[in-house]
């Protein structure tokens, strides 16, 4: 039921897209709610607020399943389905994406550059079409990931409960630390929060690597991966992003002219420079991906039916 539920999801997201911008409204929103009732400063807050909105949530969405599964197998293949619609898929983040690819080919750069600027949530102000199609990618690939590799690992490992589990972990930590942007000792309420998540995200981020080293340039990815991810501020980023850009044969990570990112950028992958024309490259890499998991899946599937 499992590859039959993720395979229904991908077919419904494809005829009605997953309204984003309204889950993205939504779990910021209930991140913020948290944060008023528990954050009073210290990291044990934190501790409670996560336990109680991330926590909670995945062990009642863990005991439904079952209950409905009890009950019958469809009931539980439904509510696995609606899970995985509003927590799982490209739409949710590949919006962003096309809509830039656009905008730089009918040359609105000053369009890209919004776009860009909405998406990262960071100024895109004297970016040239090739830092914004870098950009691009690199968001991409790290949206991808926690979008649909990373919620479909644990799906697989706990069913719905743990989708759930991964993107109210993943919420939480933007909303409390990732945006902050401050030292730990500045905002002690997120750090429980951060380290929950990068345990959560530790395994899923290798097994994203490593599929898009298999499904692109497997000795070019394995080889920035092993040389140039340390290199960069956040690991589990570098894994992903120095991963993406040897299997697409194309460089990422350059310095830009943004003053508050120009220091903290090292150079990732092989290769040339990227530019909008490995837009459709970054995006054919996802889905092979993506293809890869599915014929794996399914095999499983079968070999489970049939044992």
Known sequence: MTFLSLLCVLVLEQLRATPAAQVFAMLSAYAR?????????????????????????????????YVLEAIHVVLAFGFDVLVLYFLLGFRQFSHYFTDIQLALRMGEIERARHLLAEWRGQSAE???????????????????HRHVFAPLFWFLVLGPAGAVLYRLALTTAEAWWFRAGVPEAEAPFGVFARRAFA????????????????????????????????????????????SGAGALGIRLGQPLPLEEEGAARSGLGLGDEADVEHLQSAIGLVWRALVLCLLLLALLTVASWVG
């Open 126 to 144: 004297r970016l040239g079409p090739s830092a914004i199609a870098q950009l691009a990618i690199e968001q991409g690939i790290l949206s991808s």
């Open 199 to 242: 345990v959560l995200d530790w395994l899923p981020v290798r097994v994203t690597a490593t599929t898009f080293a298999i499904v692109g340039d497997f000795e070019d990815a394995v080889y920035c991966w092993r040389t140039q991810a340390a290199q960069w501020p956040d690991a589990a980023a570098g894994i992903l992003l120095a």
């Open 33 to 65: 709610f948290l944060e008023r009732h528990f954050n009073a400063g210290e990291v044990r807050h934190g501790m409670f607020a996560w336990l109680a909105g991330v926590g909670l949530p995945a062990l009642l969405t863990f005991v439904v399943h």
